[in-house]
């Protein structure tokens, strides 16, 4: 008996061991200074890390201050093969005047975990002048009448009449064109005159546009869709016009190949109402009806990359090359850390750097790789890293520009541009042989071995040691095993 419950706690542990192994999903808040002119904005943040998003509450509304927009950025940090990734979604608030404000406590909810934050005293300081907003239009007119009808004879059935309205829905590229890997963002906006807002609303918006966006999705592309999931209004100017434009979806295209994105003719229903012809005191004097908005369908061409003996392999984008090292004076046979980062827009999941061929004057292992993707205002950009070990074994100028590079092609110039490193340590010491040991470099096991070695020699005997203490570790349980069984004969 006392066998089984042994090994029902071995397997217990075990369990616990293999949960333990997958850490749960992760979310804080991340509030913006305390302190800040009127000209900047006021932000808060959540992160959420280990799951994809699905859904989170909305932000708090702040006193003296108005919602001005969201930011998402994703941080994805690659290290031996594993990957983890961190999301930010980041809310900005526009303060409407100096002087010292208090968010409250508040929490939200994101992907079911609830996140709570303690508020904050914030100061704002000088600002230009802020324009007086409109006066309010004057009172309607009169509605005395209707109610002389009702009292004088029976009221008569109201007429209704469907108003004219300017709203449409379109679906709006940044270009004409675009080569192939370059960024296209793509958006659905419903578009509104301020007049038509007393007529017209949403309805079953949340039920519409996964049909509408699957619809517009393309099969050749590398999708990166923006996070936002609140529609809230925004003030443009169409034809001279002004209107409220609703952001309905958004996305960042990447095509694969030269196959034109096609996208189609969607609709989207909202609710329309019908206003009475004669409006009496202390009715609706409206009736509800629907209508369907259709977008013009839109075909945007897809151009080659021009000649080059890489192109199926070069990344497109708007690149610029930043380094770093973790020393500033080197010796041959140690080790030191560079970091080659490309910083710019464009689809930073295409760019690759592959560590060099090791040499008899250098070895390199790596790289760790870290990815940070932001999505504002329309644009998709980022930086992405690429952190390598290196170990010299000459002395003198090391050319890290020969080791360290990459061909992109810019779709602003319409050129292929090779980004260098720049870079040139200056090693000192007495020339070392090439390490004897060449592991896989390709392999995991010897990228962690390596890095986390250590230079104190270890007793050759220390994993015979180990194995003798867990021997004596089963022949004790065994030992109790039997003492057990004999026990439970008598």
């Known amino acids: 008996m006392r066998l089984l419950f042994i090994f029902l706690g071995v397997l217990w542990l075990s369990s616990g061991v293999l949960r333990a192994q997958q850490p749960a999903p992760t979310a804080d808040i991340v509030l913006g200074k305390p302190a800040f002119p009127i000209n900047e904005y006021y932000t808060i943040s959540f992160r959420l890390r280990g799951a994809p998003l699905e859904r989170y509450s909305a932000f708090p509304e702040l006193e003296g201050f108005k919602k001005s927009g969201k930011s998402s950025t994703t941080t994805t940090r690659t290290v031996n093969g594993q990957s983890s990734t961190e ?67 029976k009221p008569k ?53 996964p049909g509408i966006i699957r619809q517009l999705r393309q099969r050749t592309v590398w999708e990166e869709s923006f996070d936002e999931q609140e529609v809230l209004p925004e003030n443009v100017t169409v034809g001279g016009k002004p209107f409220l434009r609703y952001r309905l979806w958004e996305a960042e295209l990447y095509p ?8 189609p003719s969607v609709g989207l229903q909202m609710v329309k109402y019908r206003v009475a012809k004669k409006p009496a005191a202390g009715l609706d004097n409206r009736l509800e009806g629907y209508k369907i908005y259709y977008s013009a369908a839109r075909t945007v061409p897809v151009v080659a990359l021009p000649p080059h003996p890489l192109r199926d392999q070069v990344p ?14 080197f010796r041959t046979g140690q080790a030191f850390a560079y970091s080659f980062i490309l910083e710019g827009e464009g689809n930073l999941a295409a760019l690759n750097l592959e560590a060099p061929t090791p ?26 890293s690429f952190r ?82 867990a021997n004596l570790v089963v022949l004790g349980l065994l030992l109790l095993a039997g003492v057990g069984w004999w026990r439970a004969k008598r």
Do not use: C, W
């Open 87 to 153: 999301l930010t979604i980041t809310q900005r608030y526009a303060a409407f005047a100096e002087g010292a404000f208090t968010v409250k406590p508040f929490s939200m909810t994101v992907n079911g975990l609830t996140l709570r934050s303690e508020g904050a005293s914030l100061r704002v300081g000088p600002q230009q002048t802020t324009p007086t907003p409109p006066a309010a239009s004057g009172s309607g007119p009169l509605q005395g009448i209707g109610l002389l009808d009702q009292l004088f004879g």
């Open 157 to 209: 059935p109201q007429e209704y009449v469907e108003p004219q309205d300017q709203a449409f829905l379109a679906v709006v590229p940044d270009k004409a064109r675009v080569y192939v890997g370059e960024g296209l963002h793509v958006g659905l906006y419903f578009y509104l005159a301020p007049q038509d807002q007393a007529v017209l609303n949403f309805h079953n918006f949340a039920g519409q546009l």
């Open 256 to 263: 694969l190949n030269t196959q034109p994105l096609a996208f």
């Open 316 to 329: 497109v984008g708007n690149y610029q090359v930043k380094e770093a090292v973790d020393r500033t004076a």
């Open 359 to 384: 040499s008899a004057a250098v070895e390199v292992y790596g790289p760790e790789v870290q990815q940070q993707l932001t999505r504002e205002g329309g644009r998709v950009g980022g930086r992405k």
């Open 388 to 469: 390598f070990r290196l170990v010299a074994r000459r002395p003198g100028p090391l050319a890290l520009d020969t080791l360290f590079q990459l061909v992109v092609f810019n779709p602003t110039t319409a050129h292929y541009d090779t980004l260098r490193a720049e870079l040139r340590p200056l090693l000192r010491g007495a020339a070392q042989a090439a390490s004897a040991f060449r592991g896989r470099l390709d392999d995991p096991f010897y990228r962690v071995a390596l890095a986390e070695a250590e230079a104190v020699p270890h007793p050759r005997d220390t994993y015979q040691n180990v194995r003798r203490y």
